[in-house]
């Protein structure tokens, strides 16, 4: 790190495990917001800063922060969890937040925000855009907003159901010519539209994307789904003794299934409003943009958002 961000600065990289236990043990929380402060202050981020998550899984039982939670490696062990806030142009990280490992995103954020700021975080004149993927809650996007920042946040249209409303009514308007302007942004290719919206209080851009590339699998996908479901309703000749409420309930949205009054049978039928918003959700991107100073456009906002 020091060789490519650094060079000629000096340092001796030649660390063996007794001079590098040393470091680490002279390396108090005190100290290191001191760096963080400096640093931030001898490389002040650009105009759009990256926050993400990662999970450090752990076998040692001497961690204190390590606590079992969500595992993206699907590991069965403790974790440590660590928020980084990371400058988009020179790839510099800026601040670094670890945390206990039971704490999912949203609830550590505002927290991981607040200690970024406080140890310098933040461009002279101008508002900083913070670029995060979805998994944010709505009091999260209020917070960061009050806070002074910008942001371009994936938002999910499984969870926030205006969010979905609104996607899926934009799907009944797109037509051919929609289609057959299309753009490219990675590996994608994409429509899109987009609308003011208000999410946490906070006013903004909901800007709605297809991606053509991946849409017509997911349609697939969900058609197999829907005829698995189906075979095995018409397949199953009595309602389950025990747990019919979760059985039943692990066909929706897509089926009603209801027990006889003798408990001896169902009954199923198609529920063909939620298949339909279904089959309109295939391809979906979602995002929601705060800009205080002009409008990103949607594809530039995509393309931030993919870098």
Same mark, same amino acid.
């Given at each position: 790190?020091?060789?490519?961000?650094?060079?000629?600065?000096?340092?001796?990289?030649?660390?063996?495990?007794?001079?590098?236990?040393?470091?680490?043990? =002279?390396? /108090?929380?005190?100290?290191?917001?001191?760096?963080?402060?400096?640093?931030?202050?001898?490389?002040?981020?650009?105009?759009? +800063?990256?926050?993400?998550? /990662? *999970?450090?899984?752990?076998?040692?039982?001497?961690?204190?922060?390590? !606590?079992?939670?969500?595992?993206?490696?699907? @590991?069965?062990?403790?974790?440590?969890?660590?928020?980084?806030?990371? @400058?988009?142009?020179?790839?510099?990280?800026?601040?670094?937040?670890?945390?206990?490992?039971?704490?999912?995103?949203?609830?550590?954020?505002?927290?991981?925000?607040?200690?970024?700021?406080? !140890?310098? $975080?933040?461009?002279? !004149?101008?508002?900083?855009?913070?670029?995060?993927?979805?998994?944010?809650?709505?009091?999260?996007?209020?917070?960061?907003?009050?806070?002074?920042?910008?942001?371009?946040?994936?938002?999910?249209?499984?969870?926030?159901?205006?969010? #979905?409303?609104?996607?899926?009514?934009?799907? &009944?308007?797109?037509?051919? @010519?929609?289609?057959?302007?299309?753009?490219?942004?990675? =590996?994608?290719?994409?429509? *899109?539209?987009?609308?003011?919206? *208000? +999410?946490?209080?906070?006013?903004?851009? $909901?800007?709605?994307?297809?991606?053509?590339?991946?849409?017509?699998?997911?349609?697939?996908?969900?058609?197999? &789904?829907?005829?698995?479901?189906? #075979? +095995?309703?018409?397949?199953?000749?009595?309602?389950? #003794?025990?747990?019919?409420?979760?059985?039943?309930?692990?066909?929706?949205?897509?089926?009603?299934?209801?027990?006889?009054?003798?408990?001896?049978?169902?009954?199923?039928?198609?529920?063909?409003?939620?298949?339909?918003?279904?089959?309109? $959700?295939?391809?979906?991107?979602?995002?929601?943009?705060?800009?205080?100073?002009?409008? +990103?456009?949607?594809? @530039?906002?995509?393309?931030?958002?993919?870098?």
């Amino acid at each position: 790190f020091i060789g490519t961000h650094l060079p000629g600065a000096g340092f001796d990289l030649k660390f063996d495990r007794r001079a590098a236990g040393q470091l680490l043990e =002279e390396l /108090t929380p005190e100290r290191c917001g001191a760096f963080y402060t400096l640093w931030n202050a001898e490389h002040p981020a650009g105009r759009n +800063i990256f926050y993400d998550v /990662t *999970s450090f899984s752990a076998y040692s039982g001497q961690i204190m922060r390590a !606590h079992y939670g969500y595992n993206r490696g699907h @590991d069965d062990l403790p974790q440590i969890n660590q928020g980084l806030f990371c @400058d988009k142009d020179s790839g510099l990280p800026l601040f670094m937040c670890a945390y206990d490992g039971s704490l999912n995103d949203k609830r550590n954020f505002d927290f991981a925000l607040s200690r970024a700021k406080e !140890h310098g $975080l933040k461009a002279k !004149h101008r508002k900083l855009t913070i670029i995060t993927d979805g998994g944010f809650s709505s009091e999260n996007l209020s917070f960061t907003h009050l806070e002074g920042y910008d942001f371009i946040v994936g938002v999910s249209a499984d969870y926030l159901s205006k969010v #979905k409303d609104a996607y899926v009514e934009w799907s &009944k308007s797109i037509t051919e @010519d929609d289609r057959n302007n299309s753009w490219p942004c990675g =590996e994608g290719t994409y429509i *899109s539209a987009s609308k003011s919206f *208000s +999410i946490g209080g906070v006013e903004g851009i $909901l800007m709605l994307y297809r991606d053509l590339s991946i849409e017509s699998d997911r349609r697939a996908q969900l058609t197999r &789904k829907l005829d698995e479901y189906r #075979k +095995i309703l018409e397949s199953t000749d009595k309602a389950p #003794k025990e747990g019919f409420e979760s059985w039943a309930k692990s066909f929706k949205p897509f089926f009603e299934v209801t027990r006889h009054a003798g408990r001896k049978g169902f009954v199923f039928e198609r529920n063909n409003a939620e298949i339909s918003k279904a089959f309109a $959700l295939c391809g979906k991107v979602t995002l929601f943009v705060k800009q205080s100073s002009g409008r +990103i456009t949607e594809r @530039d906002a995509l393309r931030e958002y993919r870098s």
